[in-house]
C-alpha cells in the first residue's frame, strides 16, 4: 500500500474491516514508519472516543466490539478510558488521570511484551535474590573476623598478664630479638617449634634511653593486613639489657616471617618512640 493512509481506511483497519493484504501492509507502516504509527494511534484513540460517546453506527459498534472487547486487556482498557471519560466531563479531581494512564499503558507494554519480560523479571529477581545473599554472607564473615580477632586479642591479653600462671619450661620456647635498628645484617632469627610447645615467649630488647610505664606491641604476619595488638606490657631487666616480654600461643603462628613493633604508651596517649623486630617461625 503506497498510497497516503485516509482517516477512512485507516478507521477501516482499526475495525477489521479490510482484507489481509490491507491489513498486513498497514501493519509493517505502523512498525516501519514513526509518522504512520502515530497516525494510527490516534486514530484509535477517536475511535474509542466515538464508542464512548455512543456515535458509531451499529455495524461499526459490532465491528469495534469484535475488536475492542475481546480480551481483558481491551475490556480494561475502555473501562478506564471511559472512566477518565466520565471523570473529564463531571471536573472531578479526586481520580488521577495520569496513574490511570500510566496503568494502561504498563498494562499494554505487559501484554505485548510477556515472553521478553517475565524471563527479564525472572534474571533480575535471580540477581537481587544472589545480592542479598553476597551482602548477607559478607556481613557474617566480617562479624565472624572481628569475633575472632577479638578472641585472639583477648587470649594475648590473658597470657601476658601479670597475673597469668608462669609456664613450664617444656611449654615454651624463648627468644631474644634485637630490634632491626641494632640488628647485625644477615641475622635471621627462627623458630623451631617442638612437640609439646604451647607458647614462645619473645624478649623485645628496649634500646632507647627512654622508658615508659607500659608499653604496646602489634604482631602481624608479613604480607598480612591483619594485625593484633597487646596492650599493658611491661619493661623488664633481663640477662641481655632492658627488655619487654611478650608471649604468643603456638597455635597462632603459622611458618612464615612475622613483624612485630614495639612502642611506648603513657596515659597521655602511644609515644612516637617505637622498634621493629623480626623473626622467623618454621
Excluded: C
Excluded at 469495534?64 to 478506564?80: E, K, S
Amino acid at each position: 500500500m503506497n498510497e497516503q493512509l485516509t482517516d477512512t481506511k485507516l478507521r477501516q483497519f482499526l475495525l477489521g474491516d479490510v482484507d489481509d493484504l490491507e491489513r498486513e501492509q498497514i501493519e509493517k507502516r505502523f512498525i516501519s514508519d514513526p509518522q504512520s504509527k502515530q497516525r494510527i494511534l490516534i486514530a484509535e484513540e477517536d475511535l474509542i472516543e466515538d464508542y464512548l460517546e455512543d456515535s458509531l453506527s451499529p455495524i461499526q459498534k459490532q465491528q469495534f466490539l469484535a475488536q475492542y472487547g475481546y480480551t481483558p486487556q481491551h475490556r480494561r482498557r475502555l473501562q478506564i478510558t471511559r472512566l477518565i471519560k466520565d471523570n473529564a466531563m463531571s471536573g472531578a479531581s479526586a481520580v488521577d488521570i495520569a496513574a490511570v494512564k500510566r496503568i494502561s499503558f504498563f498494562s499494554q507494554l505487559w501484554s505485548q511484551n510477556k515472553r521478553i519480560l517475565i524471563p527479564a523479571l525472572a534474571v533480575l529477581m535471580i540477581a537481587l535474590i544472589a545480592g542479598v545473599i553476597f551482602v548477607s554472607q559478607s556481613r557474617r564473615r566480617k562479624s565472624e573476623e572481628a569475633n575472632q580477632r577479638t578472641s585472639i586479642e583477648r587470649e594475648l591479653a590473658e597470657l601476658n598478664s601479670t597475673t597469668a600462671s608462669p609456664l613450664s619450661s617444656s611449654a615454651a620456647v624463648s627468644m631474644v630479638l634485637p630490634p632491626i635498628s641494632v640488628r647485625e645484617v644477615g641475622t635471621n632469627h627462627e623458630i623451631t617449634q617442638k612437640p609439646g610447645t604451647t607458647v614462645i615467649e619473645l624478649h623485645l630488647l628496649w634500646t632507647q634511653k627512654q622508658g615508659f610505664s607500659s608499653y604496646r606491641a602489634t604482631l602481624n604476619r608479613v604480607a598480612e593486613t591483619e594485625q593484633f595488638t597487646i596492650s599493658a606490657l611491661h619493661l623488664q631487666d633481663d640477662k641481655s639489657g632492658r627488655a619487654v616480654i611478650l608471649k604468643i600461643p603456638s597455635h597462632l603462628l603459622r611458618r612464615g616471617l612475622y613483624q612485630v613493633n614495639l612502642s611506648g604508651a603513657e596515659p597521655s596517649g602511644p609515644s612516637s618512640l617505637s622498634e621493629e623486630y623480626t623473626f622467623t617461625v618454621n
